[in-house]
């Protein structure tokens, strides 16, 4: 239409690419929807209008290189109101009981509810402060204890069963967001993985499309999933009437089906998995069974919740009150193919099996044991890729065809990084997010952007037209006919009159406490008090959310201890000195000098020497602090090449170095001990590919990889626990005894897919 062809222009529409929906689409096409093309105009206006104009203010009062977005800037928002959260919340500790009775031969669990007529405190009576709601009677240790000891072998007994019909019907198919979000909890995708897989699927015609906000299936998919579930489980699993899902989500664009496997009858996943990779295998069949699921019968059973007392053996006995709940599925319905959140319907089906004996009420039941346990409340947990896509639906921020680049986005600018598959802001990102609220609010408000999508909408119905919407967007409200405050300014004119006023200390500032901000610098974030103008650098690993007032403090008094000694080093002559900087702690010999740099030479430095792992700058001594000065150690002349030996630090560990020849070493204490004929020794076994020694064995065998057939191992590496299938790495610092086969090969296929990592933007060098 842009082009103006002179040729007639018509508009095929189809969802899955098979021969039935490309002749059906060729048969039945339509013409150009101008006001949907125009909706989408606009709305690829506003984000640069956005970007173009926010983004240079983030340069100026920030740091260079940074991006604003209409729907990033909002996704970053949320992420550090998070972390706020965290930082603001003072966990509070309880105590509770517990007992294990026995009725009928059978043993289970009831836990303390109440004292005496008063509700005992748990998790949930207590806010973010750390301080109880209402009357709930919070026990200590001591009284917990107390009475655990007062209730051994007291009789309980029953003061009322209730017991209730249970039901649960399945989900809907999945659309887009909900695709993201199970991908990302069962198969540990990111959104970007999931998307790249179920585009690959798409583009193959294993599934329909893949970006769509509607929960409907077709006559054809609703048919082809009640005769698989028949097939499968047998009739008395599928209901006499199909299903129908006509859930909104806001905004939605109700174009397309939901995402299901492609064609009138589904192909079985063992049948797909032979022709596709592991990332789409495993996600095509997370979509059959979804669909398949979502034609399936009720899963029904009932749920059973009792009440005991007991009295304590005190002089002035004290009722407490118990409680027990149960459940059985009687029939487990859609739960034989699909339960959410659950990688084996079948073991999920027995976790939510509780079986309770039958008990009636004013039975007595025996008390195996009663224990008190200790409990801390928790804070609000981070952000993973799946809740702040659950999130940005919910608030109807930006379209879920959006999502994963959204995320991939926030991450790339260093707004974001992960720690396990958690999202934690940066302090950059806290200071783009101050600057926002402070000086452009609405701009970051969750309801004007979701009313900026409404308003695309509005276009894409013909009920506005783009060219005085996006006038009034940016020169203001007078400009445009669409309402508004008369005079209210534009984007553009409210840019030009905020920078002047934007303090960029004030906005680069995060308190801590006490007196102590974190500032983000040209070199990386710092801290700072502000009475004395002490500063240390932070560790780049360490979480908004975890830098307590004690912490900044310990590093404060760290930094300021710098400017000591710890000694004269006796060779030279020179102080020695603990140092911290961006990338942890060092020691130092001499000091820096003040003189400037002439021209064409560098700076002269002094010299430094990281501080092996282990080591805390507080406790590190003078001879300790003289052997790390001492490499690279000269360990002698290998007698046969002639070459010298040394042993040295590097970025990638301790290594020993002849010539051109590097070998690695176990640790960095070795080297300050090793001697010439140990190295000789080193170098006089083979070198295995790029390590220095023979491989240590694995410290457990997983199987073939799925997708390469290669063997899995997991072994310990130089920097950690790793896994490994011969050609790529993945470091897993945590669990790797629990790692399946199945996950490892996802955690494999998502590095492999990831590629070489990308490299930063180098700094544009003045002219």
């Not at 200790?374 to 930006?398: D, F, I, M, N, W």
Request: hydrophobic fraction near 35%.
């Amino acid at each position: 239409m842009v082009l103006n062809p002179r040729v007639p222009v018509r508009r095929m529409v189809f969802h899955e690419i098979t021969k039935k929906a490309i002749e059906q689409a060729v048969a039945n096409c339509r013409d150009v929807d101008v006001p949907l093309v125009d909706a989408q105009e606009t709305r690829r206006i506003l984000d640069r209008l956005y970007g173009y104009e926010i983004s240079p203010v983030l340069w100026k009062k920030v740091l260079p290189r940074l991006s604003a977005g209409r729907v990033q800037s909002v996704a970053t928002r949320i992420v550090v109101e998070r972390a706020r959260e965290r930082m603001a919340f003072r966990a509070a500790t309880y105590w509770g009981l517990d007992a294990t009775l026995a009725a009928e031969g059978q043993s289970f669990p009831a836990a303390l509810v109440g004292l005496d007529g008063t509700k005992v405190a748990t998790g949930r009576d207590f806010d973010q402060q750390g301080n109880v709601r209402g009357q709930a009677t919070v026990l200590d240790e001591g009284r917990a204890h107390g009475l655990a000891a007062a209730l051994a072998d007291r009789p309980f007994s029953v003061r009322s069963v209730e017991e209730k019909p249970y039901r649960s019907s399945p989900k809907a198919p999945f659309i887009t967001s909900t695709l993201q979000q199970e991908a990302g909890r069962k198969l540990r995708f990111t959104s970007k993985r999931a998307m790249q897989a179920a585009q690959r699927l798409y583009e193959n015609g294993y599934i329909t499309y893949m970006r769509t906000d509607s929960t409907a299936l077709s006559v054809e998919a609703t048919a082809a999933a009640r005769s698989q579930a028949a097939s499968l489980y047998g009739p008395e699993y599928v209901p006499a009437q199909p299903r129908t899902y006509n859930r909104k989500v806001k905004n939605a664009q109700e174009a397309h089906e939901a995402i299901r496997p492609a064609g009138e009858t589904f192909r079985r996943p063992d049948e797909v998995a032979r022709e596709v990779g592991a990332d789409e295998a495993a996600l095509y069949d997370l979509i059959w069974k979804r669909t398949v699921a979502s034609q399936m019968a009720d899963a029904t059973g009932s749920t059973v919740s009792v009440r005991l007392v007991a009295q304590t053996a005190e002089a002035t006995p004290r009722t407490t009150e118990w409680a027990s709940s149960g459940r059985t599925i009687t029939f487990p319905g859609y739960m034989r193919a699909y339960v959410e959140g659950s990688d084996d319907p079948d073991s999920k089906l027995e976790d939510r099996q509780v079986v309770l004996p039958a008990l009636r009420q004013g039975q007595e039941v025996a008390a195996e044991a009663v224990e008190a346990s200790g409990h801390s409340t928790q804070p609000p947990a981070r952000y993973t890729e799946a809740s702040l896509v659950a999130k940005l639906e919910e608030l109807g921020v930006g379209r879920p065809s959006t999502y994963a680049s959204i995320l991939d986005t926030i991450q790339y600018r260093e707004y974001v990084w992960k720690k396990g598959s958690a999202l934690v802001p940066t302090w950059t990102a806290f200071a783009v997010v101050t600057l926002m609220e402070r000086h452009f609010p609405h701009l970051v408000d969750y309801s004007f952007t979701a009313k900026l999508e409404d308003d695309l909408d509005a276009i894409a119905a013909k009920e506005a037209e783009r060219v005085p919407w996006l006038s009034q967007f940016y020169f203001g409200s007078s400009s445009g006919p669409n309402g508004g405050d008369p005079g209210q300014p534009g984007l553009k004119e409210l840019v030009s009159k905020r920078l002047s006023e934007i303090d960029p200390r004030a906005v680069n500032s995060i308190p801590v406490g006490n007196g102590i901000v974190v500032r983000v610098g040209r070199y990386g974030p710092y801290l700072e008090r502000d009475s004395t103008g002490e500063r240390a650098s932070l560790p780049p690993d360490i979480a908004p959310d975890e830098l307590t007032v004690q912490r900044a403090q310990e590093l404060l008094a760290l930094g300021n201890r710098e400017d000591e000694p710890l000694g004269v080093d006796p060779e030279t002559g020179l102080d020695v000195y603990v140092k911290t900087g961006r990338f942890g702690a060092y020691v130092q010999l001499g000091e820096q000098p003040d003189e400037p740099a002439k021209k064409g030479v560098p700076k002269a430095k002094p010299k430094r020497a990281s501080l092996f792992k282990g080591m805390h700058p507080d406790e590190i001594t003078l001879e300790q602090a003289l052997q790390l000065l001492s490499l690279p150690r000269v360990l002698g002349v290998d007698p046969v090449t002639g070459e010298e030996i040394t042993a040295q630090n590097g970025r990638f560990g301790p290594y020993l170095k002849r010539g051109t020849d590097s070998r690695s070493l176990t640790s960095e204490e070795q080297l300050l001990t090793i001697g010439l004929d140990e190295a000789l020794a080193i170098y006089a076994t083979p070198k295995y590919g790029k390590g220095s020694r023979a491989a240590a064995p694995p410290v457990r065998e997983l199987g073939p990889d799925p997708a390469t057939a290669a063997p899995i191992v997991i072994k310990e590496g130089q920097y950690g626990t790793y896994l490994t299938d011969g050609e790529t790495n993945v470091t897993v610092k945590e669990g790797w005894e629990e790692l399946t086969l199945e996950q490892a090969g996802h955690l494999l296929a998502e590095k492999r897919a990831a590629g070489p990592a990308k490299k930063r933007p180098g700094k544009r060098r003045k002219p």
